[in-house]
């Protein structure tokens, strides 16, 4: 595969679940983020990790937890979530190199439904 | 606070009519202006990125282009399959290590046969 992947697509979930979401980059970066997308709302970073260490926690709700095993690997565990949640999930990786921005790339996201 | 607005929120065009899509920002240091595509249920795909005042870059139907307050994404003879939701992003210089995007909501573009 190439690229960045994401499971699964879809996810319907109750709010005393426990789910976890994958992300997969093939790309060779060493950066990774996990993004929130609401309608109607522009993309909200919730996480970013460099070089497999936590940079970023965007305020996010502890029911959201984290963890990158390595620069390929990216997942986010969810517990107890509530309605709100219910949004599109969105993966992406760049690569790190000093003062440069480098491009984000997305997978396809996750659809999740908190019922 | 920093900030990106986009403009229009929609757009309706026929096939073949030309037009421009307008990204205003807000950031202190300017480090990286993203154009992205997004289709429905899918995640955004990378167009182009700019980084000074002048700049210009070109792919297919579509140009992007750079002031110090604003882009344009301008579509040349647009195509039933342009039509999807256009994204722009800022890094500013608060980015530091985390390369943190600011997006704005996007144009919804819609190009009828």
């Known amino acids: 595969e190439t690229g960045v992947t994401q499971t699964p697509r879809h996810l319907v979930m109750g709010m005393t679940n426990k789910k976890s979401l994958k992300c997969e980059q093939h790309?060779?970066?060493?950066?990774m983020y996990w993004y929130k997308q609401s309608a109607k709302k522009p993309l909200e970073l919730m996480f970013v990790?460099?070089?497999?260490?936590?940079?970023e926690n965007n305020s996010v709700p502890s029911r959201f937890s984290p963890e990158c095993p390595n620069s390929s690997h990216l997942f986010l565990h969810l517990h107890t979530l509530q309605p709100e949640d219910s949004a599109l999930y969105l993966c992406?990786?760049?690569?790190?190199?000093?003062?440069?921005?480098?491009?984000?790339?997305f997978g396809p996201g996750t659809r999740l439904l908190v019922l | 606070e920093d900030q990106v607005t986009q403009s229009p929120e929609a757009l309706r065009l026929q096939e073949g009519e030309s037009s421009s899509l307008n990204c205003s920002y807000t950031?202190?240091?300017?480090?990286?202006l993203f154009w992205y595509r997004q289709d429905p249920g899918k995640g955004p795909e990378f167009l182009f990125t700019?980084?000074?005042a002048g700049e210009e870059k070109e792919k297919e139907r579509l140009k992007a282009t750079l002031t110090k307050k604003e882009s344009f994404l301008h579509i040349t003879a647009p195509k039933p399959e342009d039509s999807a939701t256009y994204l722009c992003?800022?890094?500013?210089?608060?980015?530091?290590?985390?390369?943190?995007?600011?997006f704005g909501t996007g144009t919804l573009l819609a190009v009828q046969p």
């Open positions: 700019l980084y000074s």
């Open positions: 790309l060779g970066h060493n950066a």
């Open positions: 992003a800022v890094i500013g210089s608060y980015g530091g290590a985390t390369n943190k995007l600011i």
């Open positions: 950031v202190s240091g300017l480090r990286g």
């Open positions: 990790y460099s070089l497999e260490e936590r940079v």
């Open positions: 992406a990786s760049s690569r790190t190199s000093g003062g440069t921005q480098e491009t984000q790339y």
